[in-house]
């Protein structure tokens, strides 16, 4: 099976801008967990999708935000960028959606806030 | 919310010893703990993991163990291997998918 895909893989933005980042998942995955990973706060988490419906937020602001869309593809959108806001996206599909399921990692979009 | 700790944050261990990466918990309603290596500008890849049901798991030259009433766990590589040198993270799970990760170990692996 095809991996974790993300799109862009990298990104430049300017502050106040908004930004859409894209992850597919592994086929038959209906999971989809958001990460942000920063060299000062680590790996984050920031929500996760499955069956269309979001079921976990971590500590982010509103203005980071996503849905899932049937097929099992997730976008997130990050509003207002920020210069902090820099940093790489990681996206994680999971075939269960019960906690223990194994998470596998797409490539990551990397985001520059200028 | 759940915070995991990790420690050390680097190690450096010659060629065939044996390297021992800990890690704590604070939610005890975690279940779920993986394991992952990120190599210098590669993606997060799950190495192993353990449910809390099982104090030990091992495969191959890693294993991890698990105790639920200190609320840690740890990672034993060994035999290590160049090719293991990489930055490893530990991450616990409360609920469906939501991973909060430790800061990571950085092991460097001298020939």
Redesign the interface.
Known sequence: KAGVTQTPRYLIKTRGQQVTLSCSPISGHR?V?W?QQTPGQ????LF?Y?SETQ??K??FPGRFSGRQFSNSRSEMNVSTLELGDSALY?C?S?SA????????????TRLTVL | ?ENVEQHPSTLSVQEGDSAVIKCTYSDSAS??F?W?KQELG?????II?I?SNVGEKKDQRIAVTLNKTAKHFSLHITETQPEDSAVY?C?A????????????TRLTVIP
């Open positions: 999971s967990s990460y680590g790996l984050q988490f996760e499955f079921r976990n971590g500590n990681l994680a999971s959606g019960t906690s223990g399921a194994k998470q596998f990692f797409g490539p990551g | 919310g279940n779920y993986p992952y590669k993606r997060p890849q799950l993991d449910r993270f991450a799970s409360t609920g469906a998918n939501n991973l909060f990760f430790g800061t990571g």
